[in-house]
């Protein structure tokens, strides 16, 4: 069982913050890696990025978007509740090493994900880049601790509520059309994001890491739910990710494999909202 110590609603109640206590993943886990939590003994497995770790408290820090049944049951938790179990540090870790200028961009939840990845790079001796980004400035989330993560922070908004109006990538074109060489750039938002995002690197050469969020089960390498194609191979992105090249990872197939279960998933939500059940 893992006690909740801290809750904190973001973007107009869309995304929760919580510090969870968790000495052992908080001893051992990386940036780039994440864990899968239950909320009770009949919950779904959820897989949940450590948005960052303190291994002096023993905690780490989830963020997650309210999205569906399993995300809108981990919000009914209140500080002193528990998680049921959770199971990490998953996946491999970001690689980090001193390279240069290196752009960190995010968008929407995919901030919480980027951010211990823009802190690891900075410590590394990196000049990092953030650029952010949200529909409008109510739905922003991080400003602050990524403010801390990069060197310079640029941040982007749909509506033009706050910052840069637009998206991320009119920013990061800007850097791309500057003589300051780039060495990487990592991308983390939703699929198109991300999608789009390689499709403009790309054409400047730039290597684009990224952070793919497939349906996940056992997230072991055990089940294949994972799957996704990368320069034509399959992966997994459980255990061989979820940090990918952008340039070779087949977006449409990803967008297309995570709108499985849909009809199922609105059902679900629908039933857990009409009767509040657990299960
Ligand atoms: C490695 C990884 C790290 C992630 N980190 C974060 C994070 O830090 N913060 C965050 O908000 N979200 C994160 N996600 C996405 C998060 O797991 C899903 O939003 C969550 O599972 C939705 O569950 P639900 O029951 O609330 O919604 P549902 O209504 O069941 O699903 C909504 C959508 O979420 C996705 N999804 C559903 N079940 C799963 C599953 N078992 N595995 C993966 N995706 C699923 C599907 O695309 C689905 O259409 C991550 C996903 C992966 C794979
Ligand atoms: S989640 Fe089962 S193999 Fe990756």
New binding site residues.
Partial sequence: MFKILQKEEMAQGT?VSNIVDAPLIAAKAKPGQ?VIIRANETG????????DTDPETGTIN?????????????KTLKVGDYFQDICGP??QPTHIEKLGKVICVGGG?GV??LHPIAKGLKAAGNQVVGIIGARNKDLLILEEKMTKASHELRVCTDDGSYGHHGFVTDVLKEHLDSKDPIALIVAIGPVPMMKFTCKLTAGYGVKTMV???????D?TGMCG??RVSVGGVTRF??VD??EFDGHLVNFDELIQR?????E???R??DHFHSCQCQV
């Fill in positions: 995304v994440f779904e497995r959820i897989p949940l990025t450590m948005a989830l963020i997650y978007q309210v999205v569906g049944k399993s995300t809108a049951l981990f998953l996946g939840t919480a994900v952070s793919l969020n497939p349906i996940m089960v997230g739910a994972c992105g459980c990710g979820p995570q709108r499985a279960y849909l199922q998933e609105k679900s939500l």
